[in-house]
């Protein structure tokens, strides 16, 4: 596997409405999409900073996986993301090279890209997501 470049940087808020401000009236960056992605149960905005973006994260469900997250660590850093060519080529990569998946098939996430997670217990203990057009 051979990443072509992060595609995001995940951050977990605890409100989009709250946390937008930061990133446009201190950084000076526009948010460009806001998108709910049910099946993960988050709602997303996003930023484009050169070639990498920002995501934030706000939990639709605070039994979802960012909700836990967030009630266990009040937000912050959750995960980085890195785009690959083909997912699900890489998940069988990261799988043969002995790492834990959390995800053994590419499943749909935000902006229509192909999604799927490595466990942080195999990777420096940062949830790591393969991401790719479909």
Same mark, same amino acid.
């Given at each position: ?7 995001? %940087?995940?951050?977990? %808020? ?5 946390? @937008? ?12 999409? @806001? ?6 149960? %988050? ?46 080529? $890489?998940?069988?990569? $990261? ?40």
């Amino acid at each position: 596997m051979k990443p072509t470049h992060i595609e995001h %940087v995940g951050i977990a %808020v605890a409100s989009l409405e709250e946390a @937008i401000p930061f990133y446009e009236k201190v950084l000076g960056l526009t948010c460009y999409a @806001i998108e709910e992605v049910k099946e993960q149960k %988050v709602k997303t905005a996003f930023f484009q900073v050169g070639q990498t973006k920002i995501e934030l994260l706000e939990s639709t469900d605070p039994e979802g996986p960012v909700g836990k997250f967030v009630e266990k660590n009040g937000g912050g850093m959750h995960h980085i993301a890195f785009a690959v060519d083909n997912v699900q080529e $890489a998940i069988d990569q $990261a799988a043969a090279a002995g790492c834990r998946l959390i995800d053994k098939t590419p499943r749909d996430g935000a902006e229509g890209l192909r999604i799927a997670f490595l466990h942080p217990a195999s990777t420096c203990r940062v949830l790591t997501e393969l991401c790719g057009k479909p």
